[in-house]
């Protein structure tokens, strides 16, 4: 088994939905990663949970401190899957899903790769996890760091998905 470093493991304190969120919003990421959880007052989010609880309930999940894993299915190794509602922010999604299969290679588990499930849509998409991949993902995970060391969040950037954000009233009320 391969010796982690000092700075992998610090890498791996992130949760899945930070990474998201770091790609989406970092204003987002830093009022959530902050304990200003708004999920649960959105309608979108509560039929994204439904979809995922319905479409694959026999499934089992993986979670710890850290990651909260849809389900894992195994073929020669771990297989990744996560659900999604939409894929309007689908770059988030895939790097939460890349970032999933490095947390768990850096656990020692043999993560192939990641399925990507868009039951409403009724599409699928593999996501692969390369050398580049990682780059990008230990950028995204210093990005992180650096917005979470802020003292208040970030000045709010207007997208076009905010309108339909937990956090619309938060930034707009």
Same mark, same amino acid.
């Given at each position: 088994?391969?010796?982690?470093?000092?700075?992998?493991?610090?890498?791996?304190?992130? @949760?899945?939905?930070?990474?998201?969120?770091?790609?989406?919003?970092?204003?987002?990421?830093?009022?959530?990663?902050?304990?200003?959880?708004?999920?649960?007052?959105?309608?979108?989010?509560?039929?994204?949970?439904?979809?995922?609880?319905?479409?694959?309930?026999?499934?089992?999940?993986?979670?710890?401190?850290?990651?909260?894993?849809?389900?894992?299915?195994?073929?020669?190794?771990?297989?990744?899957?996560?659900?999604?509602?939409?894929?309007?922010?689908?770059?988030?999604?895939?790097?939460?899903?890349?970032?999933?299969?490095?947390?768990?290679?850096? *656990?020692?588990?043999?993560?192939?790769?990641?399925?990507?499930?868009?039951? @409403?849509? *009724?599409?699928?998409?593999?996501?692969?996890?390369?050398?580049?991949?990682?780059?990008?993902?230990?950028?995204?995970?210093?990005?992180?760091?650096?917005?979470?060391?802020?003292?208040?969040?970030?000045?709010?950037?207007?997208?076009?998905?905010?309108?339909?954000?937990?956090?619309?009233?938060?930034?707009?009320?």
């Amino acid at each position: 088994m391969e010796i982690i470093s000092y700075d992998e493991i610090k890498e791996l304190k992130f @949760k899945g939905t930070q990474v998201a969120y770091a790609i989406v919003c970092e204003r987002k990421l830093w009022l959530f990663s902050k304990g200003i959880a708004l999920e649960h007052t959105s309608d979108r989010v509560n039929l994204g949970k439904l979809i995922d609880q319905t479409s694959f309930k026999s499934e089992e999940g993986y979670r710890d401190e850290n990651v909260s894993i849809d389900f894992i299915t195994s073929e020669n190794g771990i297989i990744v899957h996560e659900v999604k509602l939409s894929k309007a922010l689908e770059d988030a999604h895939l790097f939460q899903i890349k970032y999933y299969i490095y947390y768990l290679r850096k *656990k020692g588990i043999n993560a192939l790769y990641g399925i990507l499930h868009y039951p @409403k849509m *009724k599409k699928i998409r593999k996501v692969e996890f390369t050398e580049d991949d990682e780059i990008v993902l230990k950028k995204l995970l210093s990005g992180i760091e650096n917005v979470l060391s802020l003292s208040s969040p970030p000045a709010l950037v207007e997208k076009p998905y905010c309108k339909k954000c937990a956090y619309f009233e938060f930034c707009y009320g």
